[in-house]
T-cell receptor
């Protein structure tokens, strides 16, 4: 699976949009971009995933550049409960290959 | 959404004893489950892949005789830390794969995580 690069930490004011970048310049054509987050002392939580089109769900939006070498996770109105470590993972979806490789992620701090 | 329950959430045990951690998928069947370990201020590290009805596959450096994995049913996998030592103290997290379909692919699967087990060996 392709490697990702994320900033170590970011701050965001409560109520503002949080934009978390991820570089995956070596992504291959059949690899998906996944985002998970881990609130302190809890298991990771799935947020969103995409291949090449932008995606939106009730939690966030995922913007993938046209060349697919980078993406941005957007939390439209950050709350204090969004403080967590956010992991960007790229992976191939194929039968028998379901494991996730976690990097160091971005520690997002939402500030009152 | 899919729910994965992990039990216990926190356990303290004496050095030399064994501890069993359970991971259950509550509303779907999971033929594949994973066990991760996370030390303080570090990321999750995959320990092993648990497949229902067959032997687990361990990552390099993980002792299979120390970390016993049993996946006896489609909704339950257990991790037993045998003869625990203080260096085994860590946050253990399981994930269960919910199979599904995504147009244009085969074998799309989404991983859902348990809430984790904080093991402290004293």
């Amino acid at each position: 699976d392709a490697k990702t690069t994320q900033p170590t930490s970011m701050d965001c004011a409560e109520g503002r949009a949080a934009n978390l970048p991820c570089n995956h310049s070596t992504i291959s054509g059949n690899e998906y971009v996944y985002w998970y987050r881990q609130i302190h002392s809890q298991g990771p939580q799935y947020i969103i995933h995409g291949l090449k089109n932008n995606e939106t769900n009730e939690m966030a939006s995922l913007i993938i550049t046209e060349d697919r070498k980078s993406s941005t996770l957007i939390l439209p109105h950050a709350t204090l409960r969004d403080t967590a470590v956010y992991y960007c993972i790229v992976r191939v979806l194929r039968a028998g290959s379901y494991q996730l490789t976690f990097g160091k992620g971005t520690k997002l701090s939402v500030i009152p | 959404g899919a729910v994965v329950s992990q039990h216990p959430s926190r356990v303290i045990c004496k050095s030399g004893t064994s501890v069993k951690i359970e991971c259950r998928s509550l509303d779907f069947q999971a033929t594949t489950m994973f066990w991760y370990r996370q030390f303080p201020k570090q990321s999750l590290m995959l320990m092993a892949t648990s497949n229902e009805g067959s032997k687990a596959t361990y990552e390099q450096g993980v002792e299979k005789d120390k970390f016993l994995i049993n996946h006896a049913s489609l909704t339950l996998s257990t991790l037993t830390v045998t003869s625990a030592h203080p260096e085994d103290s860590s946050f253990y997290i399981c994930s269960a794969v919910r199979p599904g379909r995504l147009p244009g692919t085969y074998g799309f699967a989404e991983a859902f995580f348990g809430q984790g087990t904080r093991l402290t060996v004293v």
